[in-house]
C-alpha cells in the first residue's frame, strides 16, 4: 500500500495522467480517517525509538503548488510527535547571504542530525521550479542542479539518512477552490496573497517544471511519490502509510545500556 | 494561579525551604490532568495564532537536575503544538566551536524568530551550573555572566521575545527514585548514565549554584519560576498555566490581509 505512489525509475511521464484525487484509491472517507488516527499514533511511539536509538536519520520532503496542502500536511501528519525530535524548516526567498552561496548550502546546514526527523515545508527543489519557471536563472545555471541535487541527497543517503520526497498533486480547480475558500473568510485571508494568483497563470509552466524535476531526480535512495492530494483526508492517510512503513523498515532499537550496570548503589 | 511559583525580586532565598511537591497545591491528580489537558489544547490553538501573526515571538527555558523531567515536561506539554511552530534546542557539552566563542554565541544563534516558539533544553544557564560546580572555568569568568545573561536577555525582550525561565525543583529522594527505577526498567536504561550518578555526589554544591543563579538572573524581563516536579501531573500543570496565561498576554491575532482583495477574481 505504501509503495502505491512511488515513481519508478527515471522514464519521462506526464503529471496529468496522475490522478489528483484520492478518492479513486479509498472510497471510504471515514475508514480513512481511522486508519490514519492509528497511524499517528504509532509514529508517534516509533518516533521516540528513532530519537532514543539516536543512530539514523529521517528526512521528508515537501514540495506543492500553492494551496496543496503543505502547512495543512505537517499540522496534520506530525501532530503529537514529540516537538523534541522533529525540525521543521521552511524554505522562503533565499536572503542575500544565501544567495552568495551555492543553493545548497542552506540546505546542508539544516539536514537532520542522529535520531532526528527533518521536515521541509519547500526545499532545494525550488531552485529548478520557481527559478525556472520565472526565468531567474539561465537554464544553464538550473539544468546542472538536478545532478547535483541527485549527488548531494546520496550523500545524506550514504552517511545515515533515509529521504522521503512527496509532491502533493492538486488539480488546478482544486487550487482555485481552495484560493476563493481563503477569499471568502476573512479569518483565512492571511493566507492569501495576489502573488499566488499571479503564479497561478504560470501552471502549466510549473506542471511542466514538476514533470522534468520528477523524471531527473527520482532515485533508488531518494525516492519521490506523487500523492493525490485534492481530498486531504487521503494525502495525511497515504503519506502517513509511507512514513510508518520507512520508519519500522528503519527499526530503530531502543540503546541498550553503555556498560553493565549490576552492582551500581545509587546513595 | 499561574504567577504561584514566580520568584519576585533579587533577594536570597533558600532552594530548600521551597517545596518540590507539588500535591502540597493540589490535591487532586484527576482534576489536574482534566485542566492540564483543556491547557494543553487551548495551547494548539494559540500557537497557531502565534504563528499566524508572525510578529511576536516566545522562548521557554528549562533547566533541571537530571532526571528533573525536562525531556518528559517538553513532550507533555507541547505534545499536538503543530512542529512547524515550535523549535526545540538541547544543549549538551559544547564542541571546539563554540568554546572558541562566547558563552552565548550559540544560544543567540537559535533564539526563536517572529511567531516561533522556541524550548531550550538545558541553556547559557548551564555555564553558570556545571561550568562553576566542576571547576571547568575560574570564579572571574563565570561570575560575570549573570549579568552577561540579564543583559542578552533584555535584549531579546526588547526585540519582542517574551521570555519564561523553568526551574524543575525535584527532591534528592525523588531524584534516587527515577535513577533507580531506569536501573530497573532495562527499556529505560538508555537513559541511564554513570555520568548523572557521579554528578549526584555533587548535590549541594548544584543546590548552591542554582540559588546563587535563580537570585541573580530574576528579572522583570525574563521571571524565573521554580516549579514544584515531584509529581509530573503537577509539573505539567503549573508550566502550562505560565504558559497559557504568557500567550494570552501577549495576545497574537490573525493578521488582516495586505490589501484589499474585493476585486480579485481567480482564473
Do not use: C
Request: hydrophobic share 35%.
Amino acid at each position: 500500500m505504501s509503495e502505491l505512489h512511488k515513481l519508478e525509475g527515471k522514464r519521462p511521464f506526464s503529471l496529468t495522467q496522475l490522478p489528483t484525487e484520492g478518492k479513486l484509491y479509498h472510497y471510504d472517507r471515514d475508514v480513512a480517517e481511522e486508519e490514519f488516527k492509528a497511524l499517528r499514533k504509532e509514529l508517534r511511539e516509533w518516533q521516540t525509538r528513532l530519537y532514543a536509538e539516536g543512530k539514523q536519520k529521517l528526512l521528508v520532503v515537501l514540495q506543492a503548488m500553492d494551496a496543496g496542502g503543505k502547512d495543512g500536511t505537517i499540522r496534520s501528519v506530525f501532530q503529537g510527535v514529540n516537538p523534541q525530535g522533529v525540525r521543521v524548516h521552511s524554505f522562503k526567498v533565499p536572503s542575500k547571504e544565501e544567495l552568495d552561496h551555492d543553493f545548497l548550502w542552506r540546505i546542508h546546514k539544516v539536514v537532520p542530525g542522529k535520531g532526528m526527523m527533518g521536515v521541509f515545508n519547500r526545499s532545494h527543489y525550488e531552485d529548478v521550479l520557481v527559478v525556472r519557471v520565472h526565468d531567474i536563472v539561465p537554464e544553464a545555471v538550473w539544468r546542472p542542479r538536478y545532478e547535483q541535487i541527485n549527488q548531494f541527497e546520496k550523500l545524506l543517503h550514504d552517511t545515515g539518512t533515509r529521504i522521503l520526497k512527496f509532491y502533493l498533486h492538486i488539480s488546478k480547480k482544486e487550487q482555485k477552490a481552495r484560493f476563493q475558500a481563503r477569499l471568502d473568510d476573512p479569518s483565512k485571508h492571511w493566507k492569501f496573497s495576489l502573488e499566488d494568483v499571479e503564479k497561478r497563470k504560470y501552471w502549466d509552466d510549473y506542471m511542466a517544471a514538476y514533470e522534468e524535476m520528477l523524471e531527473k531526480t527520482t532515485t533508488p535512495w531518494a525516492p519521490w511519490y506523487v500523492i493525490p492530494s485534492d481530498q486531504k483526508w487521503y494525502r495525511n492517510l497515504a503519506i502517513s502509510r509511507v512514513i510508518m512503513a520507512t520508519i519500522k523498515e528503519m527499526n530503530p532499537l531502543y540503546p541498550s545500556a553503555e556498560g553493565d550496570f549490576g552492582d551500581v548503589v545509587i546513595e
